[in-house]
T-cell receptor, first 114, second 116 residues
Framework: AQSVTQLGSHVSVSEGALVLLRCNYS??????LFWYVQYPNQGLQLLLKYTSAATLVKGINGFEAEFKKSETSFHLTKPSAHMSDAAEYFCAVSENFGNEKLTFGTGTRLTIIP | DTGVSQDPRHKITKRGQNVTFRCDPISEHNRLYWYRQTLGQGPEFLTYFQNEAQLEKSRLLSDRFSAERPKGSFSTLEIQRTEQGDSAMYLC??????????????FGPGTRLTVL
């Protein structure tokens, strides 16, 4: 069984400040890990993914995440927040075999303060 | 790629009515997934197709739910005798089946269902 915990359902940061969204996972097998972003009334868009290559993964819009096996974490960061980053962010895990269905966390709503 | 499309975008129905949603995946993507997202929650897996074969169904998918993917192209999700608890966003995603695993799932805009 696999699961994802996202600490902080709401995070607020000032424009230009560091963004840090936390994700911890549980998986009985080596996982694939994903971060998706969802804007209001839209579907999910992939930001980045970890599939057992480099542990530091760079994604779109300046986001990156680091896979830390010892901490079972995959936190999302961005050095400088932009107003357009305001959205809901979901961390997800899948097993690296079979149908690779995604198990999502409950999401973190990011608000950017001007 | 034109992306994953879903129709309708919004559906309001009365309790007890049947509803059907359609998903058109990215062409040549042979994997298709359905998820359900309720307010304040992340999406939850419902079912999965590899080409036209439905290979897994979640326990969330009661007998009132049925999904098909004829000819391995578009998919439909039908809910019979809708209940207020069925109100949610229904998301469709598709992915290629490449040589390596961990393929990205591309999501459609979703169908928001409201059951009165």
């Amino acid at each position: 069984a696999q699961s994802v915990t996202q600490l902080g359902s709401h995070v607020s940061v000032s424009e230009g400040a560091l963004v840090l969204l936390r994700c911890n996972y549980s998986s009985s097998v080596p996982p694939y890990l994903f971060w998706y972003v969802q804007y209001p009334n839209q579907g999910l868009q992939l930001l980045l993914k970890y599939t057992s290559a480099a542990t530091l993964v760079k994604g779109i819009n300046g986001f990156e995440a680091e896979f830390k096996k010892s901490e079972t974490s995959f936190h999302l960061t961005k050095p400088s927040a932009h107003m357009s980053d305001a959205a809901e962010y979901f961390c997800a895990v899948s097993e690296n075999f079979g149908n690779e269905k995604l198990t999502f966390g409950t999401g973190t709503r990011l608000t950017i303060i001007p | 790629d034109t992306g994953v499309s879903q129709d309708p975008r919004h559906k309001i129905t009365k309790r007890g009515q049947n509803v059907t949603f359609r998903c058109d995946p990215i062409s040549e993507h042979n994997r298709l997934y359905w998820y359900r997202q309720t307010l304040g929650q992340g999406p939850e897996f419902l079912t999965y197709f590899q080409n036209e074969a439905q290979l897994e169904k979640s326990r969330l998918l009661s007998d009132r739910f049925s999904a098909e993917r004829p000819k391995g192209s578009f998919s439909t999700l039908e809910i019979q005798r809708t209940e207020q608890g069925d109100s949610a966003m229904y998301l469709c995603a598709s992915s290629p089946r490449g040589v390596t695993t961990g393929d990205t799932q591309y999501f459609g805009p979703g169908t928001r269902l409201t059951v009165l």
